[in-house]
């Protein structure tokens, strides 16, 4: 019998060798920096890429207008196999500004099944004017970067070195149908909703936000810098060595979540996450009142290691809570170890938990007469 290899061998060669296309928006009519609307002249470019079953799509320096024609979302579609790369904060992809005065603008991403997609060197303008979120006033489903879909997965997708910002929804949003995200090196500002947004559902998740941050902002967000919510059923989120300013929100029905080493000024908070660990994570909080660390209806949790720098608070360092009115079930198979909270406040408070281990924590400066309040919950308690 003949060997197949010397058939494979040369199959394989000819594949190797196809180059895929790169094509430039300013080679099908996008002109930077002439307030003109440049979105056709680069949906043309995605065209090509599409076309040839993959490529880059380039970016230049200078400003690009983008708006919605129709009912499209998002309004750039990006195909599988594709890499959007600019060069860097000087090439602008920039709303134009009557987004304020409609809704459901999603700029660049994807509604459809695809994968293998990368984008990146680039800065997202959303062209917002209002000052923060007004209900029923402010469009706040204008969006940036968008992957979203019910009809079939959207796989291996990275978003890295980028800024987005003045965005009235949120500058990063992939939630449904959305699996094995990276978002590394992102820079947000300004948002009226939320910094970077995930949310799935079964099937969905692994995931991977690291080394992000927001710059001081010239608005009031109604939301907060890194943001999982409605994700009941999709698993593995890491939230990993990232800088918030307007605090983090984790949890939607996660499972196996992962927040470690990240700096926050503001809170933790998160509700129902299963098998859920935060971790060696440092947050700065100034006079508030509510708890520094909030967690509700958990299912398997650990608090380990975490420093709170809360000197003048009188807030609660550690909440943890369940059964309630609207859920009979409590939070469960919680573990609080090795903290650090220097705060005026009660540092661990327990309200509706069955199963909790605490020890090995440090309290510096709490006037509360226990340092672990419990109320209808079940727990060892090992205080130093």
């Not at 692994?206 to 698993?235: Q, W, Y």
């Not at 006037?367 to 308690?381: P, Q």
């Amino acid at each position: 019998m003949k060997s197949l290899f010397p058939l494979l061998l040369v199959i394989t060669t000819q594949f190797s060798t196809v180059e895929a296309v790169e094509v430039n928006i300013v080679d099908h009519g996008a002109i930077p920096n002439d307030g003109k609307d440049d979105t056709l002249a680069i949906r043309k470019a995605f065209d090509a890429v599409a076309k040839a079953n993959g490529g880059t799509v380039v970016v230049p320096k200078g400003r690009f207008l983008v708006s919605r024609q129709k009912s499209e979302t998002p309004i750039l579609s990006i195909p599988s196999e594709t890499t959007v790369r600019g060069e860097g904060n000087e090439s602008i992809l920039k709303y134009d500004s009557i987004v304020n005065d409609s809704n459901f603008w999603r700029m660049l991403g994807a509604s459809k099944s695809c994968k293998n997609i990368v984008i990146h060197s680039l800065h997202f303008d959303g062209s917002n004017t209002f000052p923060k979120y007004e209900k029923g006033k402010t469009p706040e489903q204008n969006h940036g970067i968008f992957f979203y879909c019910k009809s079939g997965p959207i796989e291996n997708v990275t978003v890295r070195d980028c800024f987005l910002e003045n965005f009235s929804g949120d500058c990063v949003s992939f939630s449904r149908g959305c699996r094995n995200f990276t978002i590394r090196n992102v820079t947000v500002k300004n948002f009226i909703r939320q910094g970077i947004q995930m949310g799935g559902g079964v099937g969905d998740g692994g995931h991977l936000v690291t080394e992000c941050k927001d710059l001081e902002h010239t608005v009031r967000p109604g939301g907060t810098t890194i943001h999982v919510e409605h994700a009941e059923g999709a698993k593995d989120f890491r939230i990993i060595n990232n800088h918030c300013r307007k605090s983090l929100l984790a949890g939607g029905g996660a499972e196996g979540l992962v927040v470690r080493d990240n700096m926050i000024h503001g809170r933790i908070e998160g509700n129902s996450i299963k098998n859920g660990l935060f971790e060696n994570n440092t947050l700065t909080v100034g006079d508030g009142k509510r708890p520094l660390m909030q967690f509700g209806y958990a299912n398997g949790l650990t608090i380990r290691g975490n420093t709170i720098k809360a000197a003048d608070s009188e807030a609660t360092g550690i909440y943890v809570w369940g059964t309630s009115r609207y859920n009979p079930e409590p939070s469960k198979e919680i573990t609080i170890d090795n903290n650090r909270l220097e705060l005026k406040g009660q540092p661990i408070y327990l309200n509706g938990v069955r199963g909790c281990k605490i020890q090995n924590n440090t309290i510096i400066g709490s006037e509360a007469k226990n340092e672990v309040r419990k109320s209808r919950t079940e727990c060892a308690v090992d205080i130093e």
